[in-house]
């Protein structure tokens, strides 16, 4: 049966099979996190940019939480890729073949973005921001004094959204496909996404032009390399739209 030809009733039990199977894998990564959390949170605490912070338990279910946010976050990275083709099971019936081998395709794409997105904000936006943080602290003659809920609270503001804006490109590509978007489009609007571009990263970013740029051109390189996919993914679309009219006139002729 295809996803067109099911009612409303069936649309709902197919999705909380998907949503069940998700909660399944969730529950035993979960199981699998409590084993790795404690080294994962102990490499953070002694990593370069953290090793000469001090961190402190200002209450006493501080390290409780902190253990069980970095659990229930790492067990959704690592199910990241069930999820996905959990979602893409559910709306598959409605694709043609090729549509769904090419959208299948999506999800290792999708989760090395989503690392590298990890990567970028840690390796370089974080400690970009930590060094400023606290010679700002020096130059204030301020001790500072390290809350670990709130270095770790930090850190996940921190990289969490990166991990998602890098999906920029597959959402891209997945919206062209759709034809909802067009690399025209894209290259029209391009100075005005630069602008949010620039705006976004003097936000995120210490007041100095250093860091601005260190974070300002990978998203910007982001950005082309969208407009570039989508081309690619437009022009499938085109020729996939001159085959199908080139055969509906062959079998009208």
């Given at each position: ?6 009612t ?23 199981i699998?996190?409590?084993?790795i ?11 370069e940019?953290?090793?000469d ?9 501080d390290?409780?939480k ?6 229930v976050?790492?067990?959704?990275i690592m199910?990241?890729?069930?999820i ?6 559910f ?14 395709s999506?999800i290792?794409?999708?989760?090395l ?31 500072a004094?390290?809350?670990i ?6 850190l996940?503001?921190?990289?969490l959204p990166?991990?998602?804006?890098f999906e920029?490109p ?7 496909r ?8 894209l ?10 571009i ?9 007041p100095?032009v ?13 950005y082309?390399?969208?407009?570039w ?9 085109k ?8 055969e ?6």
């Open positions: 049966m295809s996803q067109k030809d099911m409303i009733f069936e649309h709902l039990s197919e999705l909380r099979k998907r949503l069940f199977v998700i909660v399944v894998f969730f529950i035993l990564a979960c699998v996190s409590m084993f959390s404690q080294p994962i949170i102990r490499y953070l605490q002694n990593a940019i953290a090793k912070l001090t961190m402190n338990a200002f209450r006493l279910t390290p409780f902190v253990y069980w946010e970095v659990t976050y790492l067990a959704l199910i990241l890729p069930v996905l083709y959990q979602l893409w099971a709306i598959s019936p409605g694709l043609y073949e090729k549509e769904r081998r090419v959208t299948l999506y290792p794409v999708t989760l973005l989503f690392i590298g997105g990890l990567a970028f904000s840690y390796f370089i936006l974080f400690p970009i921001i930590i060094n400023f943080m606290l010679k700002l602290s020096n130059q204030l003659d301020i001790h004094v390290i809350g809920n709130e270095y770790f609270q930090f996940f503001q921190i990289t990166f991990g998602f804006l920029l597959v959402v891209v590509l997945f919206l062209t759709l034809g909802i978007i067009t690399p025209m489009f290259g029209k609007i391009r100075k005005y996404a630069y602008f949010v620039t705006v976004v990263s003097a936000f995120i970013t210490p100095d250093m860091s601005q740029i260190a974070v300002g051109i990978p998203l910007i390189i982001l082309e390399v969208s407009i996919i989508s081309k690619i993914g437009y022009r499938k679309v020729a996939a739209e001159a085959q199908l009219e080139l509906s006139q062959n079998q009208m002729e």
